[in-house]
């Protein structure tokens, strides 16, 4: 189903993501795949860019202020524990392979869950790339987590398909 899987294979939605390791319990996961130009290095150069933007709709999840166009110089230097797109904590990565990211630890939890979420970079040659994405959930509980439940997955798929095309445009340029 397209909120649950857009753009991403049956191979791909079975095989293990880094973040696996990071959100279990999940009760859910999307995934999201975009084809590009350009190659590894440079998409996961790119993806280096969400610690400092989330590259999707800026007006929504980025205060109005622009995601840069532009490679940020040493951003690349990726730490455990370095903020990524304000509210996750990057907790593994290999270079030009994956960065995962689970969101900060919050007393509101329990209320809006837990995300955890594996940005992997396949090389297609020395031009090409491939930008899977998986995302597990661990839903809060009561109404807002029911609420979530609902939502989640096609506010997701809008922000996320935003986002992923918008790094693509950016690694092909």
Not at 118 to 123: H, K, R
Not at 124 to 137: F, I, M, Q, S, Y
Request: net charge positive.
């Amino acid at each position: 189903m397209i909120p649950y899987a857009w753009g991403a294979t049956e191979a791909e939605r079975a095989a293990a993501f880094p973040c696996d390791r990071h959100l279990v319990p999940a009760d859910e996961a999307v995934f999201r795949a975009v084809d590009v130009d350009a190659p590894a290095a440079v998409v996961f150069r790119w993806l280096c860019q969400l610690r400092v933007a989330p590259y999707s709709y800026d007006w929504i999840d980025n205060f109005g202020r622009q995601s840069p166009p532009q490679l940020t110089p040493g951003l690349d230097d990726l730490q455990r524990g370095q903020t990524v797109m304000g509210v996750f904590e990057l907790v593994d990565f290999e270079r030009d392979r994956h960065l995962t990211a689970v969101t900060r630890p919050s007393v509101l939890d329990g209320v809006f869950g837990r995300f955890a979420a594996s940005y992997v970079v396949e090389p297609r040659g020395d031009t090409r790339a491939r930008l899977v994405v998986k995302v597990l959930v661990r839903y809060g509980r009561g109404p807002i987590g029911w609420l979530t439940r609902g939502l989640f997955p096609w506010g997701d798929l809008v922000m996320m398909r935003k986002q992923l095309l918008n790094l693509k445009r950016l690694a092909e340029t």
